[in-house]
């Protein structure tokens, strides 16, 4: 069974950072795409970052490129998600996720969700 739990979520102010943490068990993350979505109040669940394992290299959304990166520690079996000069509008619930498709668009597992809430 695949598990994954995240943490490191909580209030910021506009211009702040935090780091967000995936710990997964059921699976190496490493070998299937691990990645971060996050979902807004009133708004579709959109992709944020991503590690393409047939490419080993991150991808990111525009709208964070430049401000996020996505790193993991495979000794840990766990992803990071590093958030610098946060902005309003990236107050959303994140998702780990794995097994991330191509597309970008979906996963095959889901963690609970972690809420960033940016004060500005």
């Known amino acids: 069974q695949v598990q994954l739990v995240e943490s490191g979520g909580g209030l910021v102010q506009a211009g702040g950072s935090l780091r967000l943490s995936c710990a997964a068990s059921?699976?190496?993350?490493?070998?299937?795409?691990p990645g971060w979505f996050r979902q807004a109040p009133g708004k579709k669940r959109e992709f944020v970052a991503a590690?393409?394992?047939?490419?080993?290299?991150?991808v990111y959304a525009d709208s964070v490129k430049g401000r996020f990166a996505i790193s993991g520690d495979n000794a840990k079996n766990t992803v990071f998600l590093q958030m610098d000069s946060l902005k309003s509008e990236d107050t959303a619930v994140y998702y780990c996720?794995?097994?991330?498709?191509?597309?970008?668009?979906?996963?095959?597992?889901w963690g609970q969700g972690t809420q960033v809430t940016v004060s500005s």
């Open positions: 996720a794995t097994g991330i498709t191509a597309t970008l668009t979906t996963a095959s597992y």
């Open positions: 590690i393409r394992r047939s490419v080993n290299s991150p």
């Open positions: 059921g699976r190496t993350l490493s070998l299937y795409s």
